[in-house]
């Protein structure tokens, strides 16, 4: 927190705070991340349950049924648990149950899956992004350049910048900030030759030629000053900013004619502003010229520019999902994982157990249903017949479905009140299982971290941790509500 600055009461005020809207960014930016990363965790444990007594059927076969069902248990539990054993993220767990229960999923299912890779090749990415977004305020002299610009400086701040103007030479926007302090001292020789270094590091920045001018008028050099607020114009031609400064340089040379047509100009673009610009001259005389702040494009360029910290944050973010490689291997770990499931791909569907979506019998040889789900071959066969060919067999037949349907329902039902989403994944409902646990995960994250992850370097005065609780609880109730109203498969379908 920066001290010595009043608590800011009004969001409408907040908003004019880069620091403010950059942690309002950080924070949602990690609220989507930790939801995602919670909702494929949930997802993964779904796929266990939907698909545990497929892999312990095959189990039991490649053993000949020569050892207890306790111990084939056992055995399986370890094969799913084997990242345990490592020191493995959530989402290494994710992505090994995808590879064990390959042969099972569904078509949904398996495009999830390569949605979840995507994120893994991105994940270095991703973790850099939030890792900016933490470390703002302590990389790049981030919150000095902010609180000068904004004249909320402190000695501590003016030390800083000087300390990395002369580790950083080739930095040209603490330059540009330095020279601003000069510029308030009034030394504004020193800040014309610390602008002139910074045009030498990028000749064609604009804030830079005018801020340049305003120093120039500070030591007289007219002439020179008229021509970078010209160099100003030629780079930003809408900018009201140039053309008012050009009109008030005018002013101090007596040349009202073309201090009249710069601030008609600088009117002609945008009136409000212009009139806002007079009202403060008007207030303030000492300060005639425009200064303009670090643009909030900059500001995130700098937030996120690579830095050691940086870096050490983005690595443990990333370890915190992940764990066991480095985040440079990302790339690697999803190019890997596409291999293995390219290949698992090619195994004959034979070699593992279905369950027919119909009938609920789990089967090596079948087909599908017209909508991508599995089916034994007796009800592809009864499906395919005509109602008139009918006979006891198919009526026996008849009666297992009906029953397995009615079984599914009430079965679904529990799963979806244990856990939104649950129901809706083992009954083949992906989407809307997905969407539910998605919902679920983040009215949780809501709950336990009342939506802050991360702090704003400007004391707010506003505390929403309880609201976002509140709010999330809500979530919750509606999700459970949605599930008990909505059941994700209802009888006869």
Known sequence: MIPGISSISFLKELAAFWPFVSTLLGNGYFFVITATILTLFLMGIGL?????????????????????????????????????????????FVLWWFIVLWGYVNKAEKRIAFVFISIIFMSSWISHIGAGFIT??????????????????TTKDT???????????????????????EMKKGNHAEAVNLLSRSLDIEPNNYRFYNHLGIALVGVERTTEASKAFDNAIALDPDNIVYYYNVSRLYQTTYNLYDAERAIQKASSIDPKKVRHFLDYEEKNQDNRFIMEPVPVSRLLSRQMKQSGQLKDVADSLWHMAFGIFTRSSAIYISLAALLILFLLSHLPEEKFTKRCNRCGKLYYSGTLSKSGYPMCLQCHWIETKAKKQMNSILHTKAEEIKQYRINNTLNTSKLELILPGLGSLAGNRTTRGILRMFAFSAALILFLTGGRFIYSIIPTGNDLTGLMRLFGVMIAALVYWRAYKSPPVKYGV
């Open 48 to 92: 266990m349950v939907k698909y545990s007594p497929n892999l312990l059927h095959d189990i039991k076969n490649s053993t000949n049924n020569d050892l207890p069902v306790l111990g084939l248990k056992l055995w399986m539990a370890l094969i799913l648990l084997i990242p345990i054993f490592f020191d493995a993220g959530p989402l290494w």
């Open 136 to 153: 703002y305020a302590h990389t790049q002299v981030n919150r000095e350049i902010f609180n000068i610009d904004h004249h909320l400086s």
């Open 159 to 181: 030390l800083a910048i000087a300390s990395w103007t002369q580790k950083h030479p080739d930095d040209a926007e603490p330059l540009n900030t330095k020279a601003l302090l």
